[in-house]
């Protein structure tokens, strides 16, 4: 009865070795995982929606740029912003247009999409006081004229309001 009881205990003794062992084991590489985060693990995508910013000068409207961005985070470091980094995105945008007068969205010649990303990204990365926006991809960038601005068809597709007064009879 001794000898059952010897043997059940370091069997008992034993998996719980095997056990602790391989939870060790097993967290080890999440933790290198998180440490180098690239292109293919850590990191998220996040595609924003269509930012629209009127460009205008002395209060006339030229048009708007359209621009539609992908940045990259760490998925844990997203998850865990109180705002929405779509916001902080958009935000930057605006400031980055307005604070910059030396960009004519009239002319493609004139902007430097590299430095353009680049502002962003940083911009970004200071107002939050860390690194969390590795990279920002362009997907869309448009400049549309005002004049191009408003079509027939979505003036067609509004209904025409209808009176609901009641008729006088008179």
Same mark, same amino acid.
């Given at each position: ?15 719980? /070795?095997?056990?602790?062992? #391989?939870?060790? #084991? ?15 693990? /850590? ?19 030229? /048009? ?38 030396? %960009? ?49 068809? %979505? ?16």
């Amino acid at each position: 009865m001794i000898k059952f009881m010897v043997a059940a205990l370091w069997i008992s003794i034993a998996t719980t /070795g095997a056990l602790l062992y #391989s939870f060790q #084991s097993a967290q080890k590489p999440q933790e290198t995982a998180e440490a180098e985060a690239t292109a293919f693990q /850590g990191l998220d995508y996040v595609k924003t929606g269509i930012i629209s910013v009127p460009v205008f000068d002395r209060g006339k409207v030229y /048009g708007y740029f359209l621009v539609r961005l992908v940045f990259t985070a760490e998925g844990k470091r997203l998850a865990a912003l109180k705002l929405p980094a779509e916001a902080l995105l958009a935000d930057q945008i605006y400031t980055q247009l307005y604070a910059s007068p030396e %960009i004519d969205f009239t002319k493609r010649d004139d902007l430097d999409i590299d430095s353009f990303r680049e502002s962003i990204r940083t911009g970004v990365n200071e107002r939050l006081g860390e690194e969390l926006i590795r990279e920002v991809l362009v997907e869309q960038v448009d400049f549309l004229p005002k004049d191009e601005a408003g079509s027939s068809s %979505i003036s067609q597709s509004v209904p025409t309001p209808v009176s609901t007064a009641a008729p006088t009879g008179h």
